[in-house]
Nanobody, 121 residues
């Protein structure tokens, strides 16, 4: 099982980034997919999740209205479009897979390696 997150980088406040997460070694379409992030000195926190067929999406209050999660099961890939980025969004972003929707990171079965997002002028 492998999850490969990519798309992070350095962006100015107000800018945008699009993260991708490619899955392999498991049946991608059978899993709820989620994004989490961890800033230095802080605990890993829930960002967003999407159900198997994209029927439902979920967001933390801090990113709602700015971030959009999506997935393409034919390509075993999930995305996170991040707009209006702010310095407080700076963190390592991780993608994860679980059999059920949950905001608790401890419940997720598979994890990617993380991609750094830095928002700074």
């Amino acid at each position: 099982v492998q999850l490969q997150a990519s798309g992070g980088g350095l962006v100015q406040p107000g800018g945008s980034l699009r993260l991708s997460c490619a899955g392999s070694g498991f049946t991608f379409s059978n899993y709820v997919m989620g994004w989490f992030r961890q800033a230095p000195g802080k605990e890993r926190e829930f960002v967003s999740a999407i159900t198997r067929s994209s029927v439902s999406t979920f967001y933390s209050d801090s990113v709602k209205g700015r971030f959009t999660i999506s997935r393409d099961n034919a390509k075993n890939t999930m995305f996170l479009q991040m707009n209006s980025l702010q310095p407080e969004d700076t963190a390592v972003y991780y993608c994860a897979a679980d059999t059920m929707y949950d905001r608790d990171s401890r419940r997720y079965d598979y994890w990617g390696q993380g991609t750094q997002v830095t928002v700074s002028s």
